[in-house]
């Protein structure tokens, strides 16, 4: 089947909504009621009816482990009848923030700026799932659903910054329509505790301040442990896979993913229009280091009811094959443990590749090594997952990184961050011999267990050209399969679709050609062609009455987070920066007679990465002549418009450096008045 039959999102940019006056309120308005969350019984089990009054305390999972309570309160519904019955028209007053602000810190404090009043009518009886990112990039995944008047949301990732962002921290979805609708918002969930799927939470969760958050434990801990960096204060309600909760007419069961960290969890999402598959990220490993296998069971039952749109991995949707066990990744490891008996053993990785710090730990203890942590995050991470179980060590086996001077380099290993090259990562302050307690030196190995980032790959290699200058020997690939992906390839990819037989299929998680390679895999395995949905941040699916279609965009561009900022620089800011790094500045000082409009003395310029001015005196002095007769040009045609004249400056001055240099620096002139 030709690839044209796809249904690619290419709708126009839905314009700004347009904003009313405030409703008055009516005497007859419809009186809030909250509504407890509910946890429904298994499958297996009979549950509550959909339309009757859920029981308001959460049901044991079917392995008899318990939960927590489910009772977190849920957002009060604005409709005090049944909203399903659709009577007619009605105007409720939703608060509304505007994303771009500005806060005092990071997730502190933050005073969202009231907008104008909206004016809402009887919610469209049609399920509607947006994506507000992931779609497009890999990483800042997020997701809503919406039906009538609620709505659910999955995952609030970060996305890494690339080279053409210079001096931005982060990217996180745009939550604008969230924050538009926020009345209709009942829970957040989060699938696991990766950053490409949690770090935008510090940003967003303050301006949602009365949605319950459901998550596993580790990811819990991960969160609530970021939030303390931020001085938030801030709980997630804990749950388990095998637990079902109902919030407005979404009920969602919980169940249990393999990746690359514990405690990953799909989502089924019973809808009025069907069920929901969602599965985050995954992969098929049947011996993962740590946590369980993935819940075949859950996926056939997920089958045998049938599925109306499943939403997919697509990270490693253009690479053939199936993605190899952490089992075989420790062998490969192991063999360099024997092979290096006398050095050190450094190992860099993901902070939060749980797998490998227990990997890690369990060769220190086979080949008698203590085991030494390095870095914040890593630091912070084995805390954690020590705490609570998800990583075990022997007694005495972790030592402090500081005390690690007289130690026999045979009997240490490290564990350190920095395998994608940040600057002042472990790694990095290792390899460039800035790093207190770690000098590299002949004898020791350093093993990068961990896939290349795209944008990370010129960081990644100047670590490793300076670890070698070092004297280390550096293991990164090649021959041994020290690192696997946590993200299934095609036969996987192939293998979940044909298990759940869906309708619809919406790949998600990864750059616009992965979503491609995706949709052609259900194609294959029997997905009609006019069923798969290829989409992007801020397109929006709505299924009604069984038919899906594509509705109206969104607003979902980036938010960048720079220092305090929040969304305060766009893409003028950055193109302004880029035009800096690439071409540097020419910025010109004239000083003039705020009577007569004539320069007083002679232009003085500043040049920063576009010429060192002592060794282009010659530039610099036909540049400054150039300047007193462009000045006296148009400071005679407008006498005393200084905005026209710095404007014409600006473009004239920049053509003659162009042909002197081949070169646009941006100019700046700045004028003062005396």
Same mark, same amino acid.
Not at 264 to 280: F, Q, R, W
Not at 339 to 356: A, K
Not at 405 to 425: C, F, H, V, W
Not at 427 to 433: E, I, P
């Given at each position: 089947?030709?690839?044209? @039959?796809?249904? /690619?999102?290419?709708?126009?940019? $839905? *314009?700004? =909504?347009? +904003?009313? %006056?405030? #409703?008055? !309120?009516? &005497?007859?308005?419809?009186?809030?009621?909250?509504? @407890?969350?509910? /946890?429904?019984?298994?499958?297996? $089990? *009979?549950? =509550?009816? +959909?339309? %009757?009054? #859920?029981? !308001?305390? &959460?049901?044991?999972?079917?392995?008899?482990?318990?939960?927590?309570? /489910?009772?977190?309160?849920?957002?009060?519904?604005?409709?005090?009848?049944?909203?399903?019955?659709?009577?007619? &028209?009605?105007?409720?007053?939703?608060?509304?923030?505007?994303?771009?602000?500005?806060?005092?810190?990071?997730?502190?404090?933050?005073?969202?700026?009231?907008?104008?009043?909206?004016?809402?009518?009887?919610?469209?009886?049609?399920?509607?799932?947006?994506?507000?990112?992931?779609?497009?990039?890999?990483?800042?995944?997020?997701?809503?659903?919406?039906?009538?008047?609620?709505?659910?949301?999955?995952?609030?990732?970060?996305?890494?910054?690339?080279?053409?962002?210079?001096?931005?921290?982060?990217?996180?979805?745009?939550?604008?329509?969230?924050?538009?609708?926020?009345?209709?918002?009942?829970?957040?969930?989060?699938?696991?505790?990766?950053?490409?799927?949690?770090?935008?939470?510090?940003?967003?969760?303050?301006?949602?301040?009365?949605?319950?958050?459901?998550?596993?434990?580790?990811?819990?801990?991960?969160?609530?442990?970021?939030?303390?960096?931020?001085?938030?204060?801030?709980?997630?309600?804990?749950?388990?896979?095998?637990?079902?909760?109902?919030?407005?007419?979404?009920?969602?069961?919980?169940?249990?993913?393999?990746?690359?960290?514990?405690?990953?969890?799909?989502?089924?999402?019973?809808?009025?229009?069907?069920?929901?598959?969602?599965?985050?990220?995954?992969?098929?490993?049947?011996?993962?280091?740590?946590?369980?296998?993935?819940?075949?069971?859950?996926?056939?039952?997920?089958?045998?009811?049938?599925?109306?749109?499943?939403?997919?991995?697509?990270?490693?949707?253009?690479?053939?094959?199936?993605?190899?066990?952490?089992?075989?990744?420790?062998?490969?490891?192991?063999?360099?443990?024997?092979?290096?008996?006398?050095?050190?053993?450094?190992?860099?990785?993901?902070?939060?590749?749980?797998?490998?710090?227990?990997?890690?730990?369990?060769?220190?203890?086979?080949?008698?090594?203590?085991?030494?942590?390095?870095?914040?995050?890593?630091?912070?991470?084995?805390?954690?997952?020590?705490?609570?179980?998800?990583?075990?060590?022997?007694?005495?086996?972790?030592?402090?990184?500081?005390?690690?001077?007289?130690?026999?380099?045979?009997?240490?290993?490290?564990?350190?961050?920095?395998?994608?090259?940040?600057?002042?990562?472990?790694?990095?302050?290792?390899?460039?011999?800035?790093?207190?307690?770690?000098?590299?030196?002949?004898?020791?190995?350093?093993?990068?267990?961990?896939?290349?980032?795209?944008?990370?790959?010129?960081?990644?290699?100047?670590?490793?050209?300076?670890?070698?200058?070092?004297?280390?020997?550096?293991?990164?690939?090649?021959?041994?399969?020290?690192?696997?992906?946590?993200?299934?390839?095609?036969?996987?990819?192939?293998?979940?679709?044909?298990?759940?037989?869906?309708?619809?299929?919406?790949?998600?998680?990864?750059?616009?050609?992965?979503?491609?390679?995706?949709?052609?895999?259900?194609?294959?395995?029997?997905?009609?062609?006019?069923?798969?949905?290829?989409?992007?941040?801020?397109?929006?699916?709505?299924?009604?009455?069984?038919?899906?279609?594509?509705?109206?965009?969104?607003?979902?561009?980036?938010?960048?987070?720079?220092?305090?900022?929040?969304?305060?620089?766009?893409?003028?800011?950055?193109?302004?920066?880029?035009?800096?790094?690439?071409?540097?500045?020419?910025?010109?000082?004239?000083?003039?007679?705020?009577?007569?409009?004539?320069?007083?003395?002679?232009?003085?310029?500043?040049?920063?990465?576009?010429?060192?001015?002592?060794?282009?005196?010659?530039?610099?002095?036909?540049?400054?002549?150039?300047?007193?007769?462009?000045?006296?040009?148009?400071?005679?045609?407008?006498?005393?418009?200084?905005?026209?004249?710095?404007?014409?400056?600006?473009?004239?001055?920049?053509?003659?450096?162009?042909?002197?240099?081949?070169?646009?620096?941006?100019?700046?002139?700045?004028?003062?008045?005396?």
């Amino acid at each position: 089947m030709a690839l044209t @039959a796809y249904h /690619a999102a290419k709708q126009p940019e $839905q *314009p700004k =909504p347009e +904003r009313s %006056a405030r #409703p008055t !309120p009516s &005497p007859a308005s419809p009186v809030a009621r909250p509504q @407890a969350p509910v /946890a429904r019984t298994p499958a297996s $089990q *009979p549950g =509550p009816r +959909r339309g %009757a009054q #859920p029981n !308001p305390r &959460p049901v044991s999972d079917r392995s008899n482990r318990g939960g927590p309570a /489910a009772g977190s309160r849920d957002r009060a519904r604005r409709d005090g009848d049944d909203h399903r019955r659709g009577s007619g &028209p009605r105007r409720i007053r939703p608060p509304k923030t505007r994303m771009e602000q500005k806060p005092e810190t990071p997730g502190i404090s933050l005073k969202p700026a009231t907008l104008a009043p909206r004016e809402y009518h009887a919610p469209l009886k049609k399920l509607r799932v947006i994506p507000l990112g992931g779609l497009g990039e890999v990483g800042m995944n997020m997701t809503c659903f919406e039906y009538g008047n609620d709505m659910i949301l999955v995952d609030a990732g970060g996305l890494f910054p690339s080279e053409r962002m210079p001096g931005i921290d982060l990217v996180i979805p745009d939550i604008t329509y969230v924050l538009e609708n926020s009345h209709k918002l009942r829970a957040m969930f989060l699938t696991h505790g990766h950053e490409d799927h949690i770090a935008g939470l510090p940003y967003i969760l303050p301006r949602l301040p009365e949605v319950p958050v459901y998550a596993l434990p580790l990811t819990k801990a991960l969160v609530e442990a970021k939030f303390k960096e931020f001085n938030i204060q801030r709980s997630l309600t804990l749950v388990r896979t095998g637990q079902t909760y109902t919030h407005g007419v979404f009920t969602v069961d919980l169940f249990n993913l393999t990746h690359t960290i514990a405690d990953t969890m799909g989502l089924a999402i019973h809808t009025p229009e069907g069920l929901v598959a969602y599965t985050t990220d995954w992969k098929f490993d049947h011996t993962p280091i740590t946590g369980a296998p993935s819940d075949y069971a859950k996926l056939i039952q997920m089958s045998e009811e049938g599925v109306l749109l499943h939403m997919n991995d697509s990270t490693n949707a253009e690479i053939p094959g199936y993605t190899i066990s952490e089992r075989v990744v420790e062998m490969d490891i192991e063999q360099i443990f024997q092979d290096h008996p006398d050095g050190r053993v450094i190992m860099s990785m993901f902070s939060s590749s749980i797998n490998r710090i227990q990997m890690a730990i369990n060769l220190a203890a086979k080949y008698g090594r203590k085991i030494a942590v390095s870095g914040r995050s890593m630091d912070r991470n084995v805390g954690i997952c020590l705490e609570l179980g998800y990583v075990k060590a022997p007694k005495d086996i972790l030592v402090d990184i500081k005390s690690i001077g007289n130690m026999p380099d045979r009997k240490l290993a490290i564990i350190a961050t920095g395998s994608q090259g940040e600057e002042y990562s472990a790694l990095v302050r290792m390899a460039s011999g800035e790093h207190r307690q770690v000098k590299i030196k002949k004898g020791d190995t350093v093993i990068i267990s961990a896939s290349r980032i795209p944008g990370n790959e010129g960081a990644i290699d100047e670590t490793i050209d300076n670890l070698f200058r070092q004297g280390a020997d550096v293991v990164y690939g090649g021959e041994l399969d020290i690192h696997t992906s946590g993200h299934a390839k095609q036969e996987e990819l192939k293998m979940m679709i044909a298990m759940l037989k869906p309708k619809y299929l919406m790949p998600l998680h990864g750059a616009y050609r992965m979503l491609k390679a995706h949709a052609k895999l259900g194609l294959e395995v029997g997905v009609e062609g006019k069923n798969i949905y290829v989409g992007e941040n801020g397109s929006v699916l709505e299924i009604e009455q069984g038919k899906a279609s594509w509705g109206k965009k969104v607003p979902a561009d980036y938010v960048m987070i720079d220092g305090l900022g929040i969304g305060d620089v766009g893409q003028i800011v950055l193109r302004d920066r880029q035009a800096m790094a690439e071409e540097g500045i020419f910025m010109v000082i004239l000083t003039v007679d705020r009577r007569k409009g004539t320069l007083i003395s002679s232009p003085d310029i500043i040049s920063r990465g576009f010429v060192y001015m002592r060794d282009a005196r010659d530039l610099i002095s036909k540049a400054r002549y150039e300047v007193k007769k462009l000045f006296d040009r148009h400071s005679q045609s407008k006498p005393m418009d200084w905005e026209y004249v710095k404007r014409e400056l600006r473009d004239d001055l920049s053509k003659f450096l162009y042909e002197y240099t081949q070169r646009q620096p941006m100019v700046i002139p700045v004028v003062i008045e005396v």
